[in-house]
């Protein structure tokens, strides 16, 4: 009994701040030093077995205090009755005590095996997500590597449209060289701009979805970085859980952490933890659907600026072989022309300086005969002198040679008029013909020498040609 007054309080364990479990707290029975005092309080005490009476000891002379042996036998009654009931108590105490060991064993070994088994699957959880991670980084790696080559093959197209363009400025450049009336606005000039416009906006095309391809390409590397790292928070949190899923209750490294279980630094739940790695599984999927698109774009300008520059080159030269065959047609004409201008000239020319000049010749020595006569004539005298037909046939050939020789001086200045103007529209041909040859010259030898094949190879070119996917 004194053992169990002296025992304090303090000297019990505190209980643990984890609360039980409503099972455990029905089962074990709540006993404190208050219940254990409280159960003990009727057998802890003294049986009040009366007052001591005095009596006198003749051996000592002393007088001393003795007990009855009523009270004696009462007492020792009264102990083995305590004595039986606390080793009853101890016996229930022990048997409760035992069996709460056992179910708390019991109950302790089982929500570690389900706290084993939790991790498990906690673990496999974080397997499946962190697969399906690698999986969209895998197929994120794929699609950035494909969006990559197909703006290396549009950024190469660009730099071929550089030589189709320089060939049509040149082109156009070159026939300001054209001179005189061949500086017309004809269907090879319409045609040309037409042909720059169509460089120029093709290059424009071709830009932007450079640039659509190079914004795209950092999206897919930002969410390609946050499925990394989601990635790689993943394989740490496996390892550790795994890790976990391992530890035995012999394991190396089991430790005891007073007040773990109030700290609590998590910042999600499962639902907001699977869904986290859902968006960023759902943003890669979007930006890879993006990327695909913009491929398409690339594909889709590549084709469409190939069709549109050859068409307009296969127009260009179509309007410089149908002008070429217009101004060959023209200068074999002017040539024609001045081959009988030529003959014309040779001819009118030889007959003015021999022809003309012979005929006055002669008319004037029939003249001078015919005024001879008719001066010698004027000597005859007397009844001579007679209007004769000799004299009135003299009279008149005098002046049908006067007029004819005023005549011949008409078709002479004529026929030098006729060979001044044959002169000027013989160099006028000749210069016409200059023109035309200067024209052939350019557009035939110039622009059709640097139009002989198509800029841009169609079977081999980067414009034509689109990996396979």
């Known amino acids: 009994m004194s053992l169990v007054h002296s025992e304090s309080p303090a000297s019990y364990r505190r209980r643990s701040a984890t609360p039980m479990t409503p099972e ?65 108590f101890a016996e229930r105490l022990r048997a409760d005590a035992w069996r709460a060991v056992k179910e708390t064993d019991v109950r302790t070994r089982n929500r570690q095996t389900d706290v084993t088994k939790r991790l498990g699957e906690r673990v496999q959880d974080i397997a499946f997500w962190k697969s399906q991670l690698n ?43 054209r001179q005189g009336i061949d500086l017309v606005n004809d269907d090879v000039e319409r045609s040309l701009i037409k042909e720059i416009q169509a460089i120029k906006k093709c290059q424009s095309k071709l830009k932007k979805v450079l640039e659509d391809a190079h914004i795209q390409l950092k999206m897919n590397r930002a969410a390609q970085h946050a499925l990394e790292i989601d990635a790689k928070d993943k394989d740490h949190a496996q390892v550790l859980d795994d890790r976990m899923q391992q530890l035995r209750n012999t394991s190396a490294g089991v430790g005891y952490v007073p007040g773990i279980e109030n700290i609590d630094n998590t910042i999600t739940i499962p639902e907001s933890w699977a869904r986290y790695t859902q968006e960023n599984i759902a943003r890669s999927q979007k930006e890879r659907a993006n990327s695909e698109r913009i491929r398409g774009e690339i594909d889709c300008a590549l084709r469409q600026c190939a069709n549109e520059m050859w068409n307009n080159f296969n127009a260009v030269n179509n309007a410089f072989n149908l002008r070429i065959r217009e101004t060959t047609d023209a200068r074999n004409k002017l040539q024609a022309h001045l081959q009988k201008v030529n003959i014309i000239f040779s001819f009118s020319g030889s007959q003015s300086c021999l022809c003309y000049p012979h005929l006055g010749l002669s008319k004037i020595r029939i003249r001078s ?35 004819s020789v005023r ?16 002169v000027k529209a013989k160099s006028t041909l000749e210069h016409d013909i200059s023109v035309k040859e200067n024209s052939l010259k350019i557009d035939a030898s110039y622009c059709m020498g640097m139009r002989k094949g198509f800029p841009m190879d169609p079977k081999v070119g980067a414009i034509f040609q689109m990996p396979i996917c």
């Open 24 to 88: 455990m707290s029905k089962i074990l029975p709540y006993v404190t030093d208050k219940t254990i005092s409280r159960h003990l309080g009727s057998y802890g005490r003294s049986v009040d077995l009366g007052h001591a009476k005095n009596y006198y000891n003749p051996a000592t002379r002393t007088v001393y205090s003795r007990y009855q042996p009523n009270d004696w036998s009462l007492s020792n009654s009264n102990n083995f009755t305590l004595s039986e009931k606390e080793r009853s």
């Open 135 to 177: 999986n969209e980084i895998s197929a994120m790696d794929i699609e950035m590597e494909n969006l990559r080559e197909y703006k290396r093959i549009c950024e190469k197209a660009l730099g071929d449209t550089a030589n189709p363009l320089h060939i049509s400025e040149e082109c156009l450049l070159n026939r300001e060289q």
């Open 369 to 403: 005969v015919a005024q001879t006569r008719l001066d010698e004539r004027t000597r005859r005298i007397n009844v001579e002198l007679c209007n004769d037909p000799v004299m009135k046939t003299l009279q008149r050939e005098i002046s049908e040679i006067r007029e």
């Open 407 to 422: 005549i011949l001086k008409e078709r002479l200045k004529s026929s030098e008029l006729s060979l001044a103007r044959l």
